[in-house]
Structure formats: C-alpha cells, structure tokens
C-alpha cells in the first residue's frame, strides 16, 4: 500500500483550489456543484479498493469531513448571496472566500487521512489558518475583532500542542517522518519525563483548537461572526478533529506513563466544558452564540466519551457524527433567520419564527429537540453511551455531575426556545418569504436528523466499531 492510496482524495479540494483561482467568477456555483459530486464519490472508493484509509477511525473522520463540506460547498452559493446584500462582496472577494473554504475542507479531510502527527498538526493548523480567514469575511469591526482572538488563543495554542506533539512522539521512540498512527510495539526506550512535559503541552494546545474549557474563549465571537457554512464547519468538523488527534496522541503516550492518566486530562477538561456551558446557555440572545456554546457543550461530551473508555469510546465516536449533523443544521437555520432579518439572529427582533417563517421556525424546534439529547433523536443514543461508559469505568461522581450539568444545560435551551419560535403578546408577525435554495439544505439535513443519525454506524457497523476499537484503551489493556 502506497502513501497515495491512503491520501489521494485530497487531490480533490487540491485542485478545487487552484481551479477556483483561476475561474471567472460567474463559474463558481458549477464548480462546486461539480466538487460535491466529487467528494461525496470519493467516500464509496473503499468499498471498490480504490482507497486506502490509513485505519478504520481515519475513514470515521473523513466521512464526517467530507460529508459536512459538501454541505458547506452547497449553502454556501445561496447563502453567500444575502450575505453580500449586507456587506457588499465585490468578485475578488467572492473568489477568495471560495478559495479559502476549499483550503478549509481539504485540511479537514487531511486530519482524518494523513499518517504522520506532524502532519495532523500542519492540517490543524491549516483548517486554523483558513477559518480564521473565513470568520472575518464580512469585515465588519466585531468580525476581525473576533478573528484576531481566534488568530491569537489558537496559534498560542497552535505552537504548544507542537512542542508537545514533539515531545510525546520522541519520548515514545518513535521517528517524526514515521508513517503510522499506530502506537509502538516491542521494546522502545521510553522517556517518561519528556512524554509527560508532551501530554501538558498537547492538551494546552489541542484542547485550545478544539475549544475546550478552558481555552473556548475564542469560540463563541467567531461562531457568531462566520459565515453561517463555516460556522457549521467549525463546530461540526474542527472541533472533534482536534479532540480525535489529542486522543492520538494521549493513547500513543500511555506506553511511557503509569496507568490511563492521560485520558484523565480529557475527563477534566470534559467536565469544564459542561460547566462553562451550563452556565452561559441561558443567558444568550443571539441564535449563533447559543448554539456555540451548546459546541462548547458537545465537544466537552466527546472529550468525557474518549476519557471514559469502553462503551463511552463508542459513544463519543457516534456522538461526533450525530452533533455534526444536529450542530450543522442549527447553524444553517440561525443563517437562514439572518438572511432574513437583514443580518440579525438575536432577539427580540427575531422572535416568531413558527408563524412568519414557518418552515425555518419547524427546523430549528426540530433541531433544537435533537440537540438537547431527546429520545428518540440520535443524540439521545451518544450520549446514552457516553454516560453508560462514565459509570462502567467507575467514574460515578463525574457522570453524575456531567448529568446534572446536561440538565441545566437542557432547561436553558427550553426555556429559550419559545421566545424565539413564538411572539410574545398579542402582536402578529408578517409572513417572510421563505426561498427554497435556503431551506433545501436544512430539509435534507432535517431528514438526517430524524432518520440518518444512526444510519451510519447501522450501515458500516464493522468499520463503525474498529474504529471505536483504535482507541479502545480502558478494556484493551
């Protein structure tokens, strides 16, 4: 097997990039047109050894990546529309956004496929680089505030998950240009002290890309400001990506240090992550803030599922593609409510959703219901199993906090809802006309939500569980 077999999709939105630049403007809609047929073909490549992901959890990831960035590349023509009604797009600046969400696809989909932890860092930071740009691309004053705090915790960041990365992998006797993910066998000279200055510095700086608490700071102004399609990438894609390296990484280390310990960083900053979610949701009166702090939430669940170990490995795995879809469509809606509120999503200028938009009002209650982990929704069942691993693996005092913060978390969510899909008093809202190049996406996604969330792992259950197997380290060991 060939480095290229295990890589070459990304020839994909490599050449988008380069055709993109090229292309007269007027072009763009067939280009990605012709890039969505091309990425979503490339995930059946497997089944006809066409395409060798480098491990079942690499093909997890892609799917995930190649999936959500087709549905960016397919919002982001109508939606990129009204945004250039506000803030006036001229061609450059149009070609450019296109550009740069094809840098950004193309380096998520390297997080999952690329064999080598330098590597997985370029791509991280590369999916950093390219967002950062894209969070700014109204260039209004709260945008390129909020991209200069992305720019700044993360690169921070971005420099000691490096060292760490380092560290780790040197003080695991392995070599940098090794292409393999895998972690060592036989005897190794290890170098216990240098692994566990790796382990601090990986979780400083993986935990900052992916937002976890406490290094979310970030977070929240840049999902507000995006551009709905790239928040939706960021939250659905990024986020979990960096989780999955650190946990990588974190698996490889365990050789060299006594016990799981290394899980146990993600079990703290899993449970920070709830507790700083718990305790902003309630508050918010833009629709973008509240779902970026329900990603702060998620991603926190994801980080306690892969700490837990067992069953809540299995969890966390599920629960990257079941909030990708729920998170995707929640940010596609709150797009869909600024487009027609000429840029706002707060309240109370949006309230009433259900009666004068009906159709965008009906998907955020869908979404929202989802989200909050309702059965018979599909992060019902993640979450389910993330706890079930909490309480197998013998942490019964963090699952009953994590419970007790989901809780909270839930009755914010609830009580905030109403206000948005109801009016208050006895005025009436006018009808909006709702266009169905806006509402399409979010139908298709919809759909997911209620029957595609366990659709995956019911369909590929062997590759959906060696997967899960990859970082299965609590029972294995």
Not at 145 to 167: D, F, P
Request: glycine share 10%; hydrophobic share 55%; charged share 10%.
């Amino acid at each position: 097997m060939t480095v290229l077999e295990n890589i070459w999709p990304l020839s994909i939105p490599m050449a988008a990039i380069i055709v993109a630049y090229f292309l007269p403007v007027r072009y763009l809609r067939i280009l990605n047109g012709f890039v969505i047929v091309c990425l979503l073909g490339s995930l059946f490549l497997p089944l006809w050894h066409l395409f060798h992901p480098v491990d079942a959890l690499a093909y997890w990831f892609d799917i995930t990546a190649t999936v959500f960035g087709a549905f960016a590349l397919w919002f982001s023509g109508p939606y990129i529309e009204q945004e250039s009604i506000w803030h006036p797009w001229d061609s450059r600046h149009l070609k450019h956004y296109y550009v740069a969400l094809y840098v950004f696809v193309g380096s998520l989909m390297a997080m999952a496929l690329l064999a080598n932890y330098l590597l997985l860092w370029v791509a991280l930071e590369a999916a950093t680089l390219s967002s950062v740009y894209l969070v700014q691309s109204s260039r209004t004053r709260t945008a390129l505030e909020a991209a200069w705090r992305y720019l700044m915790v993360t690169e921070t960041g971005g420099l000691a998950g490096l060292l760490g990365t380092v560290l780790i992998v040197l003080g695991t006797g392995r070599n940098l240009g090794a292409w393999a993910l895998t972690p060592p066998r036989g005897h190794i000279p290890l170098d216990a002290p240098m692994v566990f200055t790796g382990i601090f510095l990986a979780a400083i700086g993986y935990g900052a890309k992916a937002g976890l608490a406490p290094f979310h700071t970030w977070l929240p102004d840049a999902h507000s400001e995006a551009p709905a399609p790239v928040s939706a990438l960021l939250s659905g894609v990024k986020l979990a990506g960096a989780v999955l390296i650190l946990d990588r990484l974190f698996t490889l280390s365990s050789f060299a240090v006594p016990g799981f310990w290394p899980h146990d960083l993600l079990l703290l900053l899993g449970i920070l992550s709830l507790v700083i979610a718990a305790s902003f949701v309630a508050f918010q009166q833009d629709l973008k803030r509240l779902w970026a702090y329900s990603s702060v939430e998620h991603i926190g669940l994801i980080a306690l599922g892969l700490g837990f170990g067992g069953i809540g490995v299995l969890g966390a795995l599920l629960h990257v593609w079941t909030h990708g879809i729920n998170k995707t469509l929640l940010f596609y809606n709150a797009g869909t409510v600024r487009a027609y509120h000429h840029g706002l999503s707060s309240l109370p200028a949006t309230s009433g959703l259900l009666e004068s938009t009906p159709y965008t009002g009906g998907l955020l209650a869908l979404g929202a219901t989802s989200i909050v982990g309702l059965p018979p929704f599909a992060p019902f069942w993640s979450e389910w199993l993330i706890l079930m691993g909490g309480i197998a693996s013998g942490h019964i005092i963090l699952t009953i906090a994590a419970i007790l913060m989901l809780l909270a978390i839930f009755g914010g969510i609830t009580l905030k809802m109403p206000r948005w899909l109801m009016t208050p008093g006895e005025t009436r809202k006018a009808a909006i006309k709702e266009p169905w190049s806006l509402i399409l996406p979010s139908m298709v996604l919809g759909v997911l939500v209620v029957v595609g969330g366990l659709a995956l792992p019911g369909l590929v259950p062997h590759m959906f569980h060696q997967a899960a197997a990859i970082l299965h380290y609590k029972t294995s060991s």
